[in-house]
């Protein structure tokens, strides 16, 4: 398999949008270019009982169905600190100086955007100060499937680092190739970044281990996992969330290249390419106003398909539901086509990039033009690469160290400040049949 019959989603003759304004329906996207078919529900009953048997059982239960799954016994679980430390020894110098140019990327996005506090006086004597604590403790997931991910290591242990998280636990599939421990990549990554606490293993078992802890090697739980994985990961994580806190429910990659006449359709070609590696059900999508741009993209994939090494897994990708070249008849259509849409990655290859980023409300992380793809962010451009997936875009953003902090106020009165509202509390608690929140005011100004 060597090319894909990516479909071609010609909008210009049907009537779609509503009320004649620019806007698509989410029925309407998801009818034309619906996402693949995968079903968490169906996902978190296969990992229920699982999750049961690493709660009660702890350690024995996640070796155990590493030993059936993966057919490589994990133990220790715990990875020794010689081992971290010879993996960094043994890193490939032009890689080890590509993981440290990314880390200082990430680390110094991560600096600019991390939180300030605030005070705010609004009277005398009364103050509301606003202030941002790490959470305590966090377990950072590295998948370990279809690819090798220190990146992964990156996008999540940086801005938590960078938000003075105290306890910083990392869980890694264990590999057969490698006698059970991590790839030694990943351990090399969280060696250069000072992580040491890192743990041989993988999929729902360790979501559970980092939710209920494994006391047979003194694990303690964490308070929040972050991290991208495969649906029984994602399923793990959607049942255990209230014991831990998420990030979210990161599905399978998908990229939106939005595109006019100007883009280059090689460039495209190869930005499609590049996603639909990740994994079979990889959505690829290119949203254009210009049908001669539209067919020379799809008269490009054949010959940039059949270059790429994972060949088979990228037209399986392309020629499934999930991808698709959509034309439509206006530039407003196509850029109110993507905002409904609503993809983890859009790329914008137009005349004004700047024009459309401003029309774009809807995105996991935006790219823009021909210099700026989804793969210079999946590693060196400091952004973060865990992102939402799946239409979460329209209420979620992507992980960073505002990830790792909550907000706290602080509520700061003097009797001068409570004194001039003391009356309007009371107001308040009377309306709402609550008379002891006034009295609890009113008993402050009592003889």
Do not use: C
Not at 324 to 336: H, K, L, Q
Not at 371 to 394: E, F, I, N, R
């Amino acid at each position: 398999m060597t090319s894909a019959p990516i479909r071609l989603v010609d909008l210009r003759r049907e009537t779609l949008l509503s009320s004649g304004t620019d806007t698509f329906t989410a029925g309407q996207t998801n009818r034309l270019v619906p996402r693949a078919s995968v079903d968490v529900a169906v996902a978190l009953q296969s990992v229920l009982p699982l999750i049961d048997d690493v709660a009660n059982r702890g350690l024995p239960a996640v070796v155990e169905v590493t030993i059936a799954r993966d057919g490589v016994d994990p133990n220790p679980v715990r990875v020794g600190q010689a081992e971290i430390d010879k993996a960094v020894a043994d890193l490939e110098p032009k890689l080890k100086q590509a993981i440290l140019e990314s880390i200082d990327r990430v680390r110094k996005v991560s600096q600019a955007n991390l939180p300030k506090p605030t005070s705010v006086k609004l009277a005398d004597g009364a103050t509301v100060h606003q202030r941002w604590q790490p959470v305590d403790s966090v377990g950072l997931y590295v998948p370990g499937g279809k690819a090798v991910y220190p990146s992964s290591v990156i996008m999540n242990v940086v801005p938590a680092q960078v938000a003075k998280v105290p306890r910083l636990a990392i869980a890694s599939p264990a590999q057969k190739d490698f006698g059970g421990r991590p790839h030694p990549t990943v351990l090399a990554t969280a060696g250069l970044l000072g992580v040491t606490e890192v743990y041989s293993m993988g999929g729902p078992a360790a979501i559970a281990a980092f939710a209920h802890g494994l006391p047979q090697i003194d694990m303690a739980p964490v308070a929040l996992v972050t991290g991208p994985g495969n649906i029984y990961v994602t399923a793990a994580k959607r049942a255990l969330r209230g014991i831990i806190g998420i990030d979210s429910e990161a599905g399978t990659t998908e990229i939106l290249v939005l595109a006019d006449a100007t883009a280059d359709p090689r460039l495209i070609a190869f930005d499609l390419v590049s996603q639909a590696e990740h994994d079979e059900a990889a959505a690829s999508v290119l949203v254009t106003n210009s049908l001669g741009l539209a067919k020379r993209v799809i008269d490009a994939l054949p010959e940039v398909i059949a270059s790429t090494h994972h060949r088979d897994r990228v037209a399986t990708a392309l020629s499934g539901q999930q991808s698709a070249v959509v034309v439509t008849d206006t530039w407003d259509e196509a850029i109110a086509f993507s905002n409904e849409y609503a993809t983890e990655h859009l790329e914008i290859h137009s005349r004004d990039n700047q024009a459309a980023l401003e029309q774009i409300t809807n995105a996991g992380a935006i790219f823009l033009g021909e210099y700026s793809p989804v793969s210079l962010g999946d590693y060196m451009a400091g952004s973060s690469h865990v992102l939402p997936t799946g239409h979460q875009a329209k209420f979620g953003s992507g992980l960073g160290v505002h990830s790792f902090v909550r907000a706290q106020q602080v509520i700061d009165y003097s009797r001068a400040g409570l004194a001039p509202i003391a009356d309007l509390v009371q107001e308040f608690a009377q309306a709402e049949g609550l008379p002891a929140h006034g009295e609890a005011i009113a008993a402050r100004f009592k003889a």
